[in-house]
């Protein structure tokens, strides 16, 4: 039992990748616990998939990833999508349907613009599932400096951030929109050039369910929420590893577990 839970972590690779996950859980989970109190659970998927989109238009043009100029047009796209969601409201039509009509237009332009590249297919493959196995350790340490420094931001205005997102701020609300959305638009870009779509929204939103199916303070759900996080996330790798299947899916799969658990231990309980 203990060879078998020790075998992948003498690799250098599972070790990379369990810390690519454990940075990106830990700033994804605070934004999480923002996105999903807000009911805005597709603006992580818009956003991701909006990076994508400027990756995708990258590749056609010459840009490779992980390369700065292929990172910037990333990065342009998704704060292009930041400053639309944030300014964008509506008294008739819910912030969800303005964000979910975004990830739609920006899913049909990245399969659009891939008709241009001879490797389209496998394009969509790596922009969606990544490769979680084979990360590079300078952008494992890269990404994790620009997550501190967004931590670091996030928490100088966690009080305006945390009024909106409980609906008591009866002023200066489009400053802090466009500044969350902006530290977000930039913290999705990177997560997405390192793991793909999939794991980014998952990591975003399942944690951070399950951590308020547990708790309603913040301060308990946050801890909840990157616990859950970074055990989903051992535990992915460790069955990815023996089972022989690809690393981002099973760790989705796996951080869908707590979610099922913490539903069955709140029958009744408001959510």
Sequence with gaps: MIEWLTAPWEYAFMRWALLCCLVLGGIHGYLGFHVVRRGVLFVDLAMAQTAALGAAIGTVIGLEHGTPGGYAISALFALGAAAGFALIRSQRV??????????????????????????????????????????????????????????????????????????????????????????????????????????????????????????????RALAWGWALSSVGCFAGLQAAFHLDLPAAPVVVLTLGVPLFIAALMRPGRRT
């Excluded at 400096?145 to 009866?170: C, E, K, N, Q, S």
């Excluded at 902006?182 to 399942?206: D, E, N, P, Q, Y």
């Design 94 to 219: 819910h912030q969800e349907a303005i964000v979910a009509v975004g990830y739609a237009l920006a899913m049909a332009a990245t399969f659009v613009v891939l008709e241009r590249s001879p490797h389209g297919a496998e394009e969509v493959k790596h922009l969606l599932v990544g490769q979680l196995l084979t990360v590079d350790p300078r952008n494992v340490f890269s990404t994790a400096g620009l997550y501190v420094g967004a931590g670091l931001l996030l928490g100088r205005f966690h009080g305006r951030i945390l009024a909106v997102t409980d609906g008591r701020a009866p002023h200066g609300t489009r400053t802090a929109e466009l500044l969350f959305y902006g530290v977000f638009a930039l913290v999705v870009t990177s997560s997405v050039h390192l793991v793909g779509v999939l794991l980014v929204f998952a990591l975003l939103v399942i944690p951070s369910i399950s951590a308020l199916l547990l708790s309603e303070r913040p301060g």
